[in-house]
DNA sequence: CGTTAGTTTGAGGCAGATCAACTTTGGTGG
DNA sequence: CCACCAAAGTTGATCTGCCTCAAACTAACG
């Protein structure tokens, strides 16, 4: 997140290589699998889903330039409970500390940045959660859309991924949309996947 | 969680204190205030809350004997997003670290521990968010039940807290446990705040 | 013994999931 | 360039989980 301090160049203790222009769908890796590295964004998006056992993804988080993503699993349990898909063609490094402990002493500013970012997810994931459990789905879209719109607008959201980020199904997302455009709320587009928001 | 490789006496660069026996409901500190410590549970039980404007309480996070809490806050935004409330009378050692660079520095296996902690609980809250998206009450509350008495027998939990652990109403908690109790999936209890999960 | 907090039960209503059908868009291959 | 197909969008009609409100009961406590 922000300006990152570093590039993943400087890192010592460790193994890196380029994953070049990786195309829309190429999955990173996958929810279970056994944590070996995690990954730099240099350009492109990636998403962070979680899947339950009933097939249902939720969005989690999103990850564009000059974002870190995947290491929280090399600091906890050592399995991925996330799914990374590329939602915009991607180029990522594939960092693979040689160990842990010895990278987070030899790199000590981006373990700290790393923790940083960490405890920001989970302030964002506890409110979300917090909010998913009181809040209607008018305010987990109109959140959604915000946010996605706002901090993600090289992307064309689809209702399907608002819907999965907010935590409710793609049709409610779609009727909601459409109840706020009418009220202005959002700005009305020809194309139905170029939301733009307008206010709040 | 599990065992600590140390306790807070050996840690250096920072000020410790003792809180003796705080009775049950005394609040430790508030969601919105600028963090500049972070505790230890010596014995007792503490709850952690996050208030949503309509002033929904969600229950997020449990901490016992030998348990640290209230550090994200240090490494992310400088302020609580959770209150901090005894469930159990206990007594606590609040650490100030002087410097947190320094501090982190300093007693690198605590560093790695709150890191630990930290990613377990990311991944935690997540899949709880992705079951709060998707998930019915009856499942929600029996994850909630089953979680909260064998993770913490000692405690006598309510409805209302079980509720506000699993994100749904008091009179749902206990319509759905009624029920449970009538499948025989719960022990039968004369006491309702006396739960006892049978199987699963 | 009144007050407060949690428990319990019932009735009513609605948000949103579910199911289904049809349209639109975009991409691919012949 | 057109035919075809997959994926997303759209809309309508149910159906139901659970929130909400209300009221009464029990236990603990100063």
Not at 40 to 67: A, M, P, W
């Amino acid at each position: 997140m922000e300006n990152h301090p570093f590039s993943p160049q400087q890192l010592k203790h460790c193994h890196l290589s380029v994953l070049h222009t990786l195309e829309k769908g190429t999955l990173i890796y996958s929810q279970g699998e056994i944590a070996k590295a995690f990954y730099f964004v240099q350009h492109g998006l990636i998403g962070l889903y979680h899947i339950l056992e009933s097939g249902k993804e939720s969005l989690l988080r999103i990850y564009h330039t000059n974002d870190y993503f995947g290491f929280r699993t090399l600091f906890g349990e050592n399995r991925y409970h996330c799914t990374a898909k590329v939602l915009v063609e991607a180029t990522l490094i594939h960092i693979q500390p040689d160990n842990i402990q010895q990278f987070v002493q030899h790199n000590p500013d981006v373990g700290h940045f790393l923790l940083k970012t960490l405890a920001n997810e989970l302030q964002d994931a506890e409110h979300r959660l917090a909010k998913a459990a009181y809040n209607k789905s008018l305010d987990k879209v109109i959140d959604s859309i915000y946010f996605l719109t706002e901090t993600y607008p090289e992307y064309c959201w689809t209702y399907r991924e608002i819907a999965e980020y907010a935590g409710c199904e793609t049709e409610t997302a779609i009727r909601i949309s459409k109840e706020l455009k009418r009220n202005g709320l959002l700005k009305n587009t020809p194309h139905p996947s170029k939301l733009q928001k307008s206010s709040v």
